[in-house]
């Protein structure tokens, strides 16, 4: 519960919740051997307890035909354009300043999409487009519902997600499903979830950042061997293996 990413009051109601729920478990489940970490350097809870079952993901059962993207992008992005997809809650924890930092060093068609809701810090985001007249390469959509949000998936060039700190990642997973390119932070749970199909990043270097956006759009080698292996570990994050292992905990708890 780092300060810069929340609220003092939230941090001292989550803090006591997360104790008194850690206390009363038999096990805890989390969705990351980082979030586990986690757990055991700031909360205190014992390792033997935890049990790592991470998030799963669907595969598509539609793609957009070449059309379908052409059109979706071009109303990102105008023709021509390149799309980077970043999505989750506005806040500071995603890291979103440096993702817009990182627009001085691409070229103008390359436009920054921003899907999600506002959270703790996103007044400064919102200022930042202001201030630096990034109106015409910022795309702030808001909250997008899911129908939308695999169009999105499809239709962009690549998923930027540089946050600071993440407990999984879901994006991450949700784009190597619909056959997008990832740009990912090398911290926290991020290498966990992406493997060996992202590229990743210094999250508090801009310039790393555009250079391995560049990278992930230019590279046609490497867009179509991330694409297919993000698709293969996509595969191995079903939601019924995280049913089986959820039921396994449950079973180990009632076998106490």
Sequence with gaps: MDADYS???????????LREAVERAARVITPSEYTASQLVERAGVSREKIRVIPEGVEIPARVLTPSERAAERGRLAGRGGEVLLNVGVLQTRKNILNALRALEFLPPSYRLVLAGG????????HDFIRKDALGSRVAVLGHVPPERLTALYQAASVL???????????????????????VASRVSALPEVGGDAALYVDPHDP????EKVARAVEDASWRKAATLRGLERAREFTWRRVAERTLQVYEEVLAL
């Design 7 to 17: 609220t003092p009051e939230f941090r001292r109601k989550f803090s006591a919740l």
């Design 118 to 125: 506002d959270g703790h810090g996103s007044e400064a985001i």
């Design 160 to 182: 930027l997600f540089p946050s600071f700190d993440e407990g999984f990642g879901l994006p991450v997973l949700e784009a190597m499903a619909n056959g997008l390119p990832v």
């Design 207 to 210: 310039r790393d950042i555009a």
